[in-house]
């Protein structure tokens, strides 16, 4: 009797917390639910056997799915998403690393929706728990608007540079003809203002072009045509269109290069941009009578560049933002700066499109020293290149302010193969 | 004196180069388009042609293969140069395979540097036709 007394207590005991319990799981689920509901951004819940549990209104709205009909199904029934780059299929697995890490991922996807739309989104995973069961929480946002901002951003750029360049070239040209044939009729002052003028302009053009460049990298429009190159012959050209300007400076100005170098796979044109805004870079930012050298050496599976100076130097602070896009090293001159803050970004994509590595040491007011490694050719790649080579090879020669491209001797260009 | 052919749309920019060639003593005639161009070159004897490549009614690349397929010699053998902007790699590695002589990046280079770079261009064009007995060339 006793007994049966404590046994159906105990029994009591376990419902009331059974149900006490249930009950509280539910409340939590439903307290969860409702803040899920109230979020902006479009969330799922899936559980452990990758089927939906819950989605909110924003997602039954961005899918085109209702509640109802997407509750218990498998969430790549429901929610088809693919690789924002190639269109590949991308499947729950491959975004849900969540499940397992428990920290918050991010991925561009495309989302296709349930009328056969697709829609740029922003999804995020994270671990979760739905009352008491383990489960993802997915939620995500269209960024297709952003997308196509910054599409028109980057197209407006393109197109605003290309229109202005026009008429500058023109405002470049007449002070450029009035320099060369009339200075002997102008006053000293107009000669002054005309020099002023003519250095203005030739900013302004480089700004542009420098606009265009970046246009074209965010665009995926930057290409490079790389075939086997002696980079010596475009370092040396290079090098000495640099040395009036560094002699005018009183720059000790000197470039160190082994008489034969290994062939390397890159664009002409493109590797010659990389080396003149470093060499130029060094020269602005070094004081006159300083210290430039440009050293070359092969280390046996790349070349490696490097272009030192005993200039200003760049700040500690500054060398982690230093190839980001309109960086600028502030207050690093009295005058002002002088870049447009796009000449590294730049440098260093085109080094990337060559498969190759820049770096940066810097000690401010000691001086600074970028690095660039380039791969050597592979005898396969010359092979591939050798008949190509000779007509079309071409060379960048630097001339002052100027680039002109000239076609390559073609004994020159295959030397050393 | 040298007789050459500048091809540009550009108002401004056709003017200031054929002033600039002219003070640099050259004979110019001016094209407006690649059609005028091309009626141009056949008609006269040019030495050198200066081409744009965004030009209406017939681009400098047409102009250019144009002189270099249908025309006979000595005009078919012209030589060409092809001032264009930047960045417009694939037009400039199809413009060498056409048979074009060079080419000059209008943006970055001042017209005078351009009349430089024409300069040059004769005087090793010389060196190499006529070549000096004694001087051994180097590359």
Known sequence: MFFLLIFSALILVIITVFIINSSYARAVRN???????????????????????????????????????????????????????????????????????????????????????KAQILLTTAKNALGTNDCVLITFLDTSKEKQLEEMKVDFVSMAAHELRTPLTAIRGYASLLQMHYMSH????????????????????NLIDNLLSVSRIEQNDLTVEVKPLDLGIIVKDIFSSFEQQALTRKQHFTLNIPDKLPLVMADPFRIGQV?????????????????????????????????????????????????????????SLEQG?????????????????????????STLGKGSTFTISLPIATEEQKAQQEKQIGNNAFLTVKNGQGIIIKKMPANTASANI | MRKILIAEDDFFIRDIYSKVFS?????????????????????????????????????????????????????????????????QQDVIEEAFKLGMDGYILKSQVSPQQIVDEINNYFINKEAITNPIPTGGQTT
């Open chain 2, 23 to 87: 003070l640099s003593g050259y004979d110019v005639q001016v094209a407006v388009d690649g059609m005028d161009a091309l009626e141009k070159i056949k008609a006269n004897n040019f030495e050198l042609i200066l081409l744009d490549i965004m030009m209406p009614r017939m681009t400098g690349i047409d102009v250019l293969k144009n002189v270099r397929t249908t025309l006979q010699p000595p005009v078919k053998d012209t030589p060409i140069f092809i001032i264009t902007n930047l960045g």
């Open chain 1, 186 to 205: 102008l006053e000293p002052s107009a000669k002054e203002f005309l020099t002023r003028l003519i250095v203005s302009t030739t900013n302004l053009t």
């Open chain 1, 31 to 117: 307290a969860q639910e409702s803040i899920i509901s109230s979020l902006n951004e479009a969330a799922i819940v899936v559980d452990n056997n990758k089927n939906v549990l819950f989605l909110n209104s924003p997602a039954e709205m961005l899918i085109g799915i209702s509640k109802k009909e997407a509750t218990g199904k498998s969430i790549d029934t429901v929610f088809q998403v693919s690789s924002a780059e190639n269109d590949a299929p991308a499947p729950y697995s491959l975004y849900s690393e969540a499940a397992n890490v428990a920290t918050r991922q991010s991925h561009t996807l495309l989302l296709r929706k349930a009328n056969g739309d």
């Open chain 1, 275 to 331: 080396f003149i805004n470093l060499i130029s870079n060094a020269i602005n930012y070094t004081p006159d009578e300083g210290t430039i050298i440009i050293t070359v050496a092969d280390r046996s599976d790349h070349l490696e560049i490097t272009v030192q100076d005993n200039g200003e130097g760049i700040p500690k602070e500054a060398m982690s933002r230093l190839f980001t896009k309109f960086f600028r090293v502030s207050g």
């Open chain 1, 337 to 361: 700066s002088k870049g447009t803050g796009l000449g590294l970004y730049i440098t260093k994509s085109i080094v990337e499109m060559h498969k190759g590595k820049i770096s940066a040491e």
